[in-house]
């Protein structure tokens, strides 16, 4: 957030609330760049913003390409912070063993496969700073999601998310390959696949049906607001009945969290 916007500090309040009031079948996934883009997250190198949404509560991250900005040891130190799980299917960081391709997360009598995949063409991305990548490998989605999909259908989840740090669609000039990358080219190769988690492009998915079995959810840049997803499913069937979602619709106004102020305190100074 900043002067104008609301931020993280709004987003986890309104959470914190809505989360007493469904209870504990909930899961909150941060698709990434969190560590880059604010003053705050500048101050520190993102050591904040990390310690913020583990003490919100945050399950799951993907880093962001811009996660990567200040290089592997403060990527590294910022990951070790975040009390959650980190899922990166494509990525490999020498000397963070804590890294996971997808998880499994069971919310009452549901399991959720949740696989993680960050911007596939860090390299074309960096091609100024290459050094920031070193010990980093970043390979693509499809080759990481041909890995991880047959071990995922072995668990039977009722639901698989797809959380990547990717807009709805890039150019080919950006790729930096000659070749686009669209985010249903995946879903129709993996339709097993039942929602759609993105990022990157700084637009804002409030949902939609990305394909005739996958839906798509993407929350605005800047953490200027969050999108809540609804899951309502037949139990013990992996098929979902329906999915719908929308934004969390904070404000300035919204309360903030009083706990994250104090951490974000130091920073501001």
């Avoid at 934004?247 to 706990?259: A, S």
Wanted: a neutral charge.
């Amino acid at each position: 957030g900043d002067k104008t916007n609301p931020g993280l500090l709004q987003i986890a309040s309104e959470i914190r609330r809505q989360r007493k009031e469904i209870g504990e079948n909930t899961l909150w996934i941060d698709c990434g760049d969190l560590t880059q883009g604010t003053q705050i997250a500048a101050a520190d190198q993102g050591a904040s913003m990390i310690n913020a949404l583990s003490t919100a509560g945050c399950d799951i991250f993907v880093p962001g390409n811009h996660d990567f900005d200040y290089g592997r040891e403060t990527l590294i130190r910022n990951l070790n912070a975040f009390q959650g799980t980190v899922l990166g299917a494509n990525l490999k960081i020498n000397g963070y063993d804590k890294l996971k391709p997808w998880t499994l997360i069971e919310r009452g009598k549901y399991r959720i496969a949740v696989i993680g995949i960050v911007t596939p063409f860090m390299k074309q991305l960096t091609r100024r700073t290459p050094q920031i990548l070193e010990g980093i490998e970043v390979t693509s989605a499809e080759d990481a999601l041909k890995s991880v999909m047959p071990d995922i259908m072995k668990k039977e989840p009722n639901v698989i998310v797809l959380a990547i740090h990717l807009g709805e669609y890039t150019g080919e000039r950006m790729t930096g390959t000659g070749k686009p990358i669209y985010l249903s080219a995946f879903s129709t190769d993996y339709p097993q696949i039942d929602l759609v988690l993105s990022g990157h492009s700084h637009s804002t998915v409030a949902g939609k049906s990305l394909t005739p079995d996958a839906w798509l959810a993407q929350a605005p840049y800047q953490g200027k607001d969050a999108v809540k997803v609804d899951l309502q499913l037949k139990q013990g069937e992996r098929k979902k009945v329906s999915v719908t979602s929308k934004l969390l619709n904070v404000t300035k106004e919204t309360p903030i969290d009083e706990d994250l102020q104090k951490i974000f305190a130091p920073a501001q100074k």
